[in-house]
């Protein structure tokens, strides 16, 4: 990432995590120029800020020293973007008023940038109607932005209102650095983690999926621009940033939700769906009786890569099946890839000592239906970030 910004910093308890997002954005080869409203230098020091950034700290809107130097409104158009961090409930009302009474107000004021906005304050200040007002009024011109969270807080009450930790700031300078999102207007659809059949209220047949691969490619889509819905089986995952999140249990909630998603650009199938019920669930705990056998009657579940893949109205341009193997990976592969009648299969072999179930790691062989690709071992996110990029270039070279 490259690029240069403005930090305006803003007078609350928050702005020390400002000195941590310039000491990450430095490493990140982004120049930051910072400006501090007259409260912030209560909680943090020109010196500080200067020191970390290497560059110049402005303070003062009619500073002779300054303006020698560099013209205010010249100093708004001179970064790619401007970030308001942290953003005070005080500091947001007069950016949603259009007051320019100091030097951070003028910038905003004067600004074709766009701007990114990350909040702290207290949580009543936060869900306070005005707030609310302004922070509506602030999105509908067009500014971005990042958080709060829910969070303990100075004050020591918890709630929204929280800032956002620098990582995750960060990140989303990143994204409004890098304007080129070619799956920008695509529908993704994608269907991630286990399902579970219930046997009785306490009981379930599930697997071992933890989720992490499809949340990674949800998350990876997003970032290329593209809107996502995730129909997510059971996690502990949290949602992806930008990502539209359908939990479901079930793997017949699967299918209605991505029935109900339609239409999708793309379907990608990364869950691991249960392939079988119980015919009937107990609507009581069963008991266990000493000596007893149980069987359990099992039914077939919907398919939903097969049912997704067929040819209709409503049929996605590209769909995308997982296999999860344990043996003969390519033969089963392709087999699979007939079968279901998709347009990509991805297959990994999860048996033995691969650790794929619940691990950070994947090893896919890749398959087309012309050509098989075997993509080494690495990072879930590094396979996600591979496959986005694959169906950016799918539809770059088709037509709409």
């Given at each position: 990432?490259?690029?240069?910004?403005?930090?305006?910093?803003?007078?609350?308890?928050?702005?020390?995590?400002?000195?941590?997002?310039?000491?990450?954005?430095?490493?990140?080869?982004?120049?930051?120029?910072?400006?501090?409203?007259?409260?912030?230098?209560?909680?943090?020091?020109?010196?500080?800020?200067?020191?970390?950034?290497?560059?110049?700290?402005?303070?003062?809107?009619?500073?002779?020293?300054?303006?020698?130097?560099?013209?205010?409104?010249?100093?708004?158009?001179?970064?790619?973007?401007?970030?308001?961090?942290?953003?005070?409930?005080?500091?947001?009302?007069?950016?949603?008023?259009?007051?320019?009474?100091?030097?951070?107000?003028?910038?905003?004021?004067?600004?074709?940038?766009?701007?990114?906005?990350?909040?702290?304050?207290?949580?009543?200040?936060?869900?306070?109607?005005?707030?609310?007002?302004?922070?509506?009024?602030?999105?509908?011109?067009?500014?971005?932005?990042?958080?709060?969270?829910?969070?303990?807080?100075?004050?020591?009450?918890?709630?929204?209102?929280?800032?956002?930790?620098?990582?995750?700031?960060?990140?989303?300078?990143?994204?409004?650095?890098?304007?080129?999102?070619?799956?920008?207007?695509?529908?993704?659809?994608?269907?991630?983690?286990?399902?579970?059949?219930?046997?009785?209220?306490?009981?379930?047949?599930?697997?071992?999926?933890?989720?992490?691969?499809?949340?990674?490619?949800?998350?990876?889509?997003?970032?290329?621009?593209?809107?996502?819905?995730?129909?997510?089986?059971?996690?502990?995952?949290?949602?992806?940033?930008?990502?539209?999140?359908?939990?479901?249990?079930?793997?017949?909630?699967?299918?209605?939700?991505?029935?109900?998603a339609l239409p999708a650009d793309c379907v990608i199938c990364a869950a691991a769906v249960g392939d079988w019920r119980v015919a009937q669930s107990s609507e009581q705990k069963r008991k266990k009786q000493p000596g007893e056998t149980v069987s359990l009657a099992l039914v077939e579940n919907p398919?939903?890569?097969?049912?997704?893949?067929?040819?209709?109205?409503?049929?996605a341009s590209l769909v995308i099946g997982f296999a999860a193997e344990t043996e003969s990976l390519e033969q089963h592969a392709k087999a699979k890839l007939a079968r279901k009648g998709c347009d990509w299969l991805l297959a990994n072999d999860v048996g033995g000592e691969s650790a794929v179930f619940?691990?950070?790691?994947?090893?896919?062989?890749?398959?087309?239906?012309?050509?098989?690709?075997?993509?080494?071992?690495?990072?879930?996110?590094?396979?996600?970030?591979?496959?986005?990029?694959?169906?950016?270039?799918?539809?770059?070279?088709?037509?709409?």
């Open positions: 990432m490259a690029g240069r910004i403005i930090l305006i910093i803003g007078g609350g308890i928050a702005a020390y995590k400002a000195l941590e997002l310039i000491r990450l954005l430095r490493k990140r080869d982004v120049a930051v120029e910072c400006v501090l409203t007259d409260s912030a230098t209560h909680f943090v020091t020109p010196l500080s800020v200067q020191a970390l950034s290497g560059a110049p700290v402005h303070t003062t809107l009619l500073s002779l020293a300054e303006d020698s130097q560099m013209d205010h409104i010249a100093l708004s158009r001179s970064a790619d973007l401007l970030v308001v961090c942290p953003a005070t409930a005080n500091l947001m009302a007069r950016m949603a008023n259009g007051l320019a009474d100091d030097l951070a107000t003028t910038l905003l004021l004067a600004t074709d940038t766009p701007v990114l906005i990350a909040p702290a304050m207290n949580v009543r200040m936060w869900k306070h109607p005005a707030t609310q007002e302004n922070y509506r009024r602030l999105r509908e011109r067009g500014c971005d932005f990042v958080g709060p969270e829910d969070g303990e807080m100075a004050c020591g009450e918890f709630g929204p209102g929280r800032l956002s930790a620098p990582e995750t700031i960060v990140e989303a300078i990143e994204s409004a650095l890098s304007p080129h999102k070619p799956l920008t207007g695509r529908h993704v659809l994608i269907t991630a983690g286990p399902t579970h059949e219930p046997i009785d209220p306490v009981r379930f047949i599930a697997n071992h999926s933890s989720g992490k691969q499809g949340y990674a490619i949800a998350e990876a889509c997003a970032a290329l621009g593209a809107q996502v819905t995730l129909v997510s089986g059971p996690t502990a995952l949290p949602c992806p940033k930008g990502v539209t999140l359908v939990p479901v249990l079930t793997a017949s909630d699967m299918m209605a939700a991505c029935e109900k398919d939903i890569l097969a049912t997704l893949s067929r040819p209709g109205p409503h049929r619940g691990g950070d790691r994947n090893r896919i062989l890749f398959l087309n239906g012309e050509t098989v690709e075997t993509w080494p071992d690495m990072p879930k996110a590094e396979v996600a970030s591979l496959l986005a990029t694959r169906l950016a270039a799918h539809f770059s070279s088709t037509s709409r």
